[in-house]
């Protein structure tokens, strides 16, 4: 499968934990970027990164939310300490150019994150 | 005023109709359009961009973009029913390196 993968595909948290999710780029796409949708509203930009580096980040929470793309292995968002407002599909898309770029991005199947 | 803006659905037209999705953007700066389609449950998936200001024709796909007006379109004939999902305008503005910015979605049917 060359498209992008994400996992889990579904994750389960008691409020309090931390949340980890991957994300791998479809194959010779060295752009990833992550974007939340909470129920019945649309698609948020969290942020944009390429190999070691944060590109964007302006749609990251200020707390708890981080992200990282080392240059070895996938991509991972991490949530520390959720609460029941982190409830959402979280996707990864990528892209084979980012900056200044018109490629278009192609997204992962998501992961669903359910907080108890 | 919301960045981008989709028409407010849901949509409803009968199979073999044409279905007219319409998006506008504030970012007169705005570079890139993309129309995504996502059922239920799914991922977005990339139907169709456009760059230039015209017309670009893919099968039954056809979108729309007048920079001008700050409009782009969306038009899928021979609507059929397996094209009932939610359609996602997505636009890329010139300074925001790779984000794109979604519309809310409209939600179209095809009944047979």
Redesign the interface.
């Known amino acids: 499968n060359a498209g992008v993968m994400q996992n889990p595909r579904h994750l389960v948290r008691r409020r309090g934990q931390e949340a980890r999710l991957r994300c791998s780029p479809m194959k010779g796409h060295s752009h990833v970027y992550w974007y939340r949708q909470l129920p019945e509203e649309g698609l948020k930009f969290m942020v944009y990164l390429q190999k070691e580096n944060i590109i964007d980040e302006s749609g990251m929470p200020k707390e708890r939310f981080s992200a990282e793309f080392p240059k070895e292995g996938p991509s991972i968002l991490r949530i520390q300490q959720v609460v029941r407002g982190d409830s959402a599909a979280y996707f990864c898309a990528s892209s084979p150019t980012g900056q200044g770029s018109n490629q278009p991005q192609h997204f992962g199947d998501g992961t669903r994150l359910s907080i108890l | 005023q919301k960045e981008v803006e989709q028409n407010s659905g849901p949509l409803s037209v009968p199979e073999g109709a044409i279905a007219s999705l319409n998006c506008t953007y504030s970012d007169r700066g705005s570079?890139?359009f993309?129309w995504?389609r996502q059922y239920s449950g799914?991922?977005?998936?990339?139907i169709m961009?456009i760059?230039s200001n015209g017309d670009k024709e893919d099968g039954r796909f056809t979108a729309q973009l007048n920079k001008a007006s700050q409009y782009v379109s969306l038009l899928i004939r021979d609507s059929q029913p397996s094209d009932s999902a939610t359609y996602?305008c997505?636009v890329?503005s010139g300074t925001?390196?790779?984000?794109?910015?979604?519309?809310?979605?409209t939600i179209l049917t095809v009944h047979p």
């Open positions: 570079q890139s993309f995504y799914k991922s977005p998936e990339l961009f760059y996602l997505a890329k925001s390196y790779g984000k794109l910015t979604f519309g809310q979605g």
